[in-house]
């Protein structure tokens, strides 16, 4: 016997179904709809009649909710009623609706179950906070699972780390079953990618922030996984860290794509550069050569063209570097050259720009400079791309100063200073300018033809090397543009793995 109690709870569950909107459907007992009324057309979001008459009434409900109440219907044909049965059921437009569910079976006269009669209320506006909250978390990890998309909570000052079903899924862990921490993620990843993983972390608490992509081996199809992790740090008053948010995202499919189409870039790059040199090599012999009964207006079109194919061999050889070092396929002969002589040499190749535009060089070189261990043509390309840079962006009579010297801040490692007093890059466009092909608004009006690969070229190298590069600038007065080079590249086995 159910006591007095009880009997209010259900007095009061009664009730509170009674307020709500009520629809009725009639279904078979395998749960194909038979008749809707006006009402059930309406709470599904305005559905017509043939779009659900002789469908099945479990399409209505949400994929997590669907087995409960399919297994729950099979009581109504036991027991011929239930009632206040709670699930989500999606409508016409794909938002949803909570909805208290009532049936009861009709039989026959011979006693076959013949129809059930359900009674749908909605009753989202009255679900409860912790409903709602509910009902947001499962929408959130509908999304998370539909996009491959986890995300992850650490809370720095009781180390507590919560992480979302999809992040468990995504290192195919089972969600929720085992305590995670910043040292899951180290132990998952490819052994190459676990020091990235500490600095990551290391970054995120010191800078508020931190990207980072990185490969785990999938423990059942051995597949190499690309994540891609953000983070975000919250402080207090006192900048002491308190909690970090953050996402974990799968991009091996976009990893892919961006892959091939590098590798098409190689080749292509590859296969123009024979011609492009061909071209370009006989439009300078011609100029040097003089030809004989060449007109000066005929001269003047040779030397457009070997301007115009001097620049697409400059460019074809930028994006051979990028995708052969995107590729991790750039050659790394690491060997020990003095840093001096090789500023000097690339510097050779500027002199006839600089004294046309009369610019005013300065080099200097600290006293007795150790050799740099490193790769000849990789170690040209940084000094080719940065003299070019000053170069170009200083207007004519301005000054550049080349500084080479031992940083004082990092242990066993050169400093490259080149400042020039040109056009400076807006501060608007500061944050992109070590983006793959970004140049600045004032560069794109004052000079032409540049490719916006240079710096990125130089950010990839001195990936390789270990090293780093940054930059202080002021539009219209100058910039200057520093290089922190390892005398011996920082990871040289990873560098010579490049070879
Ligand atoms: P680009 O081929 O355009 O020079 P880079 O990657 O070398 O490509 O440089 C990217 C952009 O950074 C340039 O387009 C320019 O806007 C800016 N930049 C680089 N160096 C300088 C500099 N020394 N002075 C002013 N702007 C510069």
Redesign the pocket.
């Known amino acids: 016997m159910p006591d007095l109690n009880d009997n209010i709870a259900l007095l009061d569950n009664s009730k509170r179904v009674i307020l709500f909107p009520e629809a009725i459907l009639i279904v078979d007992p395998f749960g194909n709809v038979i008749n809707v009324d006006q009402q059930a057309l309406k709470m599904f979001g305005g559905l017509t009649e043939q779009e659900i008459v002789g469908k099945s009434f479990f399409d209505l409900i949400v994929e997590q909710d669907k087995l409960y109440v399919e297994q729950t219907f099979q009581k109504i044909l036991v027991e011929g009623h239930i009632s206040d049965l709670q699930c989500n059921a999606t409508k016409k437009d794909g938002t949803y609706l909570r909805a208290s569910l009532s049936g009861t079976l009709f039989i026959d006269k011979l006693g076959t179950s013949k129809e059930i009669t359900v009674v749908v209320h909605d009753i989202t506006p009255h679900l409860s906070e912790l409903e709602q909250v509910k009902e947001t978390q499962r929408q959130l990890a509908e999304a998370q699972q539909i996009a491959r998309f986890g995300s992850w909570e650490w809370d720095i000052i009781t180390n507590k780390f919560h992480w979302t079903d999809e992040m468990y899924k995504l290192f195919s862990l089972e969600p929720q079953k085992i305590l995670v921490d910043n040292d899951t993620l180290i132990e998952k990843a490819q052994t190459e990618d676990k020091e990235k993983i500490k600095e990551f972390i290391a970054t995120s608490l010191g800078d508020g922030s931190g990207i980072l992509d990185f490969r785990i081996v999938n423990p059942e199809s051995k597949a190499t996984q690309w994540l891609h992790v953000t983070s975000k740090t919250f402080y207090d008053a006192a900048h002491k860290p308190l909690r970090m948010v953050g996402t974990v995202h799968d991009v091996t499919h976009e990893k892919e794509i961006d892959e091939v189409k590098t590798q098409f870039l190689s080749l292509a790059s590859h296969q123009m550069r024979g011609p492009l040199t061909t071209i370009n090599w006989n439009a300078e012999m011609l100029l040097q050569q003089q030809v004989e009964g060449l007109s000066e207006s005929q001269k003047k079109y040779i030397q457009e063209l070997y301007n115009a194919s001097k620049r697409i061999v400059l460019l074809t050889n930028d994006l051979l570097t990028v995708s052969e070092l995107e590729l991790g396929r750039m050659p790394f002969k690491p060997e020990k050259l003095s840093l001096s002589k090789i500023a000097k040499r690339v510097l050779e190749d500027y002199e006839r720009t600089i004294a046309e535009k009369k610019i005013n060089f300065k080099e200097t070189y600290a006293e007795q400079l150790p050799e740099i261990e490193t790769d000849l043509f990789l170690l040209k390309t940084i000094f080719h791309?940065l003299i070019?840079?000053?170069v170009?962006?200083t207007p004519p009579e301005g000054t550049i100063a080349m500084n080479i010297s031992i940083d004082p801040k990092r242990a066993n490692t050169f400093l490259i200073a080149i400042s020039?007093s040109?056009?400076?890059?807006p501060q608007a466009?500061q944050e992109k300018?070590f983006s793959k092909m970004?140049?600045?608004t004032?560069?794109k009006t004052k000079v032409m033809g540049?490719?916006?690969?240079?710096?990125?070229i130089v950010k990839l190298i001195l990936k390789v090397n270990g090293g780093e590069i940054w930059f202080s600038?002021e539009e219209n007065k100058g910039?200057t543009?520093y290089v922190a080079i390892p005398f011996v590249p920082k990871n040289m086995d990873s560098a010579i793995k490049l070879k």
């Open positions: 791309e070019a840079n000053a170009n962006y020039d040109g056009y400076g890059i466009d300018v970004f140049r600045a004032n560069a540049g490719t916006g690969l240079g710096l990125y600038s910039s543009f």
